[in-house]
Nanobody
Framework: QVQLVESGGGLVQSGGSLRLSCAASRSIFTIYAMGWYRQAPGKERELVATFTSGSITNYADSVKGRFTISRDNAKNTVYLQMNSLEPEDTAVYYC?????????????WGQGTQVTVSS
C-alpha cells in the first residue's frame, strides 16, 4: 500500500508559479513510478509529468519547458514546479504512484489538489 498526500495547489495569475508536493507513505525507492496527472472540467485525466524506473522522466508536451518534476528521496516526496502558468493549466492535479505488490503492479492516487490560473 502507498498513501499519497498532496499539497500546494491554489489560485495564481497567468504567468505565475506554484509548487505542488506529494508525500508518499513509504520510500520512493520502492515505488516503480511516481508523478502527476491532471483533470480539467469536462476533460479526461491526463499525464503531466512522471518519474519511471528511477530517474527517467516523462512530460506532457503542453508543459515541457514550463514544469519540472523533482524528488527528495529522504522525505519520500515528489514535487512539481509549475512556472509560466496559463489558464489552460487550470485543473485538479493528482499525485499518482505505481508500486509492486508481489508480481502485481498496483496504482495509487492522491486526493487531488486544485490549481486555478486566472487570466
Amino acid at each position: 500500500q502507498v498513501q499519497l498526500v498532496e499539497s500546494g495547489g491554489g489560485l495564481v495569475q497567468s504567468g505565475g508559479s506554484l509548487r505542488l508536493s506529494c508525500a508518499a507513505s513509504r520510500s520512493i525507492f520502492t515505488i516503480y513510478a511516481m508523478g502527476w496527472y491532471r483533470q480539467a472540467p469536462g476533460k479526461e485525466r491526463e499525464l503531466v509529468a512522471t518519474f519511471t524506473s528511477g530517474s527517467i522522466t516523462n512530460y506532457a508536451d503542453s508543459v515541457k519547458g514550463r514544469f519540472t518534476i523533482s524528488r527528495d528521496n529522504a522525505k519520500n516526496t515528489v514535487y512539481l514546479q509549475m512556472n509560466s502558468l496559463e489558464p489552460e493549466d487550470t485543473a485538479v492535479y493528482y499525485c499518482h504512484a505505481e508500486a509492486y505488490g508481489g508480481t502485481i503492479l498496483n496504482e495509487y492516487w492522491g486526493q487531488g489538489t486544485q490549481v486555478t490560473v486566472s487570466s
